[in-house]
């Protein structure tokens, strides 16, 4: 990433405290010297709702969590897009057995 792809912006939080939001764009899609082009994202795992149920982060709206994805024009994925996605990231994942010694490098 560049400075370009990332900045910070400074707002007001509750109780009078400041809170900092940190943005960086990344590709969806990267291209692997042997695997060719591959879906490479995070989105399921930085989306907000990937803190429900959590004692604090769970409580607070989407957007204020610690972490959150949207589109690249700021809006918010639906629930119809967010089920796509992990049912497209769960066929194409590929799972690996480790032994114990294995190394992942």
Same mark, same amino acid.
């Given at each position: 990433?560049?400075?370009?792809?990332?900045?910070?912006?400074? @707002?007001?939080?509750?109780?009078? *405290?400041?809170?900092? !939001?940190? *943005?960086?764009?990344?590709?969806?899609?990267?291209?692997?010297?042997?695997?060719? +082009?591959? @879906?490479?994202?995070?989105?399921?795992?930085?989306? %907000?709702?990937?803190?429900? %149920?959590?004692?604090?982060?769970? *409580?607070? =709206?989407?957007? !204020?969590? =610690? @972490?959150?994805?949207?589109?690249?024009?700021?809006?918010?994925?639906?629930?119809?897009?967010?089920?796509?996605?992990?049912?497209?990231?769960? +066929?194409?994942? +590929?799972?690996? &057995?480790? !032994? &114990?010694?294995?190394?992942?490098?």
């Amino acid at each position: 990433a560049t400075a370009a792809d990332m900045f910070a912006e400074w @707002y007001d939080g509750p109780g009078g *405290t400041r809170r900092m !939001k940190h *943005t960086a764009w990344s590709p969806l899609f990267v291209t692997h010297p042997v695997q060719g +082009e591959l @879906y490479f994202t995070s989105v399921l795992n930085r989306h %907000g709702s990937w803190l429900d %149920g959590h004692a604090v982060w769970g *409580t607070f =709206p989407l957007d !204020k969590r =610690p @972490y959150q994805c949207a589109w690249g024009d700021g809006t918010a994925f639906n629930d119809t897009e967010l089920d796509e996605l992990r049912k497209v990231q769960d +066929e194409a994942m +590929e799972r690996v &057995q480790l !032994k &114990q010694g294995d190394v992942i490098v």
